[in-house]
């Protein structure tokens, strides 16, 4: 499957985005997805994931009542909603999909090719 992600900018302190992942194929509701991020120098960290129905998600600590995933099955897109961005949250965001768990890196069968999020204050 083919990951590309879209919504990615620049925005201030407190502001909002919608990151969006479009896949290729017709088996994309097969796979556990989920969104990650890097900054330069560090490893790749979750942020979010969401079930194969869309009706379990989980979330990292630090994202956890700003951020909200979801998924459109019939799209074949991954949305990432992003609320109340704090500087910290500047990274490259990627695009995951896995056909098992996602909860570390090592668990990811396809990527994305990331998009930019810079936050200011």
């Known amino acids: 499957v083919q990951l590309v992600e879209s919504g990615g900018g620049l925005v201030q302190t407190g502001g909002s985005l919608r990151l969006s992942c479009a896949a290729s194929?017709?088996?994309?509701?097969?796979?556990?997805m989920g969104w990650f991020r890097q900054v330069p120098g560090k490893e790749r960290e979750f942020v979010a994931a969401?079930?194969?129905?869309?009706?379990?998600?989980h979330y990292a600590d630090s994202v956890k009542g700003r951020f909200t995933i979801s998924r459109d099955n019939a799209k074949n897109t991954v949305y990432l909603q992003m609320n109340s961005l704090k500087p910290e949250d500047t990274a490259v965001y990627y695009c995951?999909?896995?056909?098992?768990?996602?909860?570390?890196?090592?668990?990811?069968?396809?990527w994305g090719q990331g998009t930019q999020v810079t936050v200011y204050s």
């Open positions: 969401i079930r194969r129905s869309g009706g379990t998600t």
């Open positions: 194929g017709r088996t994309f509701s097969r796979y556990v």
């Open positions: 995951a999909a896995s056909n098992g768990v996602v909860v570390a890196a090592s668990d990811i069968d396809y």
